[in-house]
């Protein structure tokens, strides 16, 4: 399997996402850091537009033949309402950038697509925000896995 589209399948992984396929690349496959970057951020990018566009088919689908579904849901969408709709007020957008830029577990493309769906925030505004997040986090994983900011530190 070529080392591009390994780094792409290794980027759309929920555990993994550009945050391992990155260093992956880098230190195991020895791709240029510029093109892991690139693969990182395309696999990563088209997750984000697959569970966008088809989160709410699904959920409506679901919703419409179970009940229990549709508890489900309901609750999901209160939840994530009660736990993340304050902080897109009174940061806005930038909430949501941060969200998916921030290389912590449980952060990424695969929950801030899921965030913006149960926000409600319209496709394509979400698809750029997370897009600007992925971009910023594959740049300061890359930064790290090249050694560029434990050579910033050291001038510190």
């Known amino acids: 399997m070529p080392n591009e589209l390994l780094t792409f399948l290794l980027s759309?992984?929920?555990?993994?996402?550009?945050?391992?396929?990155i260093p992956y690349a880098v230190g195991v496959l020895g791709m240029d850091p510029y093109h892991?970057?690139?693969?990182?951020?395309l696999g990563n990018i088209l997750v984000a537009i697959i569970i966008l566009k088809l989160l709410g088919p699904i959920s409506n689908?679901?919703?419409?033949?179970?009940k229990w579904f549709d508890n489900f849901f309901e609750k999901l969408f209160?939840?994530?309402?009660?736990?993340?709709?304050?902080?897109?007020?009174?940061?806005?957008?930038?909430?949501?950038?941060?969200?998916?830029?921030?290389?912590?577990?449980?952060?990424?493309?695969?929950?801030?697509?899921l965030i913006a769906f149960l926000l409600g925030i319209?496709?394509?505004?979400?698809?750029?925000?997370?897009?600007?997040?992925?971009?910023l986090?594959?740049?300061?994983?890359?930064?790290?896995?090249?050694?560029?900011?434990?050579g910033l530190q050291v001038l510190l």
């Open 61 to 66: 689908l679901f919703r419409k033949h179970s």
């Open 137 to 150: 986090s594959g740049t300061l994983i890359t930064l790290a896995v090249t050694g560029v900011i434990s």
């Open 36 to 41: 892991a970057w690139i693969w990182a951020i």
């Open 78 to 113: 209160k939840k994530t309402h009660s736990k993340h709709a304050h902080k897109f007020i009174v940061w806005g957008e930038i909430f949501l950038i941060i969200f998916v830029m921030v290389p912590l577990p449980g952060s990424g493309a695969w929950t801030g697509a």
């Open 12 to 21: 759309m992984l929920p555990l993994t996402e550009l945050r391992g396929g």
């Open 122 to 135: 319209e496709f394509w505004k979400s698809l750029c925000l997370i897009t600007i997040g992925l971009i």
